[in-house]
């Protein structure tokens, strides 16, 4: 199934794979993404955190 969400997320822009993580309570979700400035960026969802 991970490689299922990871493929879609591939082809999802930031903010739409966020926002599809946020109807799927049960993921851990760390994106690592190049923003439109060209800096890397990164976004963790709150169940990611919780495993720091």
């Known amino acids: ?3 299922g969400y990871a493929t879609a997320f591939m082809v999802m822009d930031i903010e ?3 926002a599809f993580i946020k109807n799927k ?3 851990y979700v ?3 993404y ?3 400035d ?3 960026k990164q976004y ?3 169940k990611f955190t919780s495993l720091e």
């Open 38 to 40: 060209g800096s890397v």
């Open 1 to 3: 199934m991970a490689d």
């Open 44 to 46: 963790k969802n709150k």
């Open 34 to 36: 190049a923003a439109t």
């Open 25 to 27: 309570p049960n993921l």
């Open 30 to 32: 760390f994106f690592i």
């Open 16 to 18: 739409k794979s966020i």
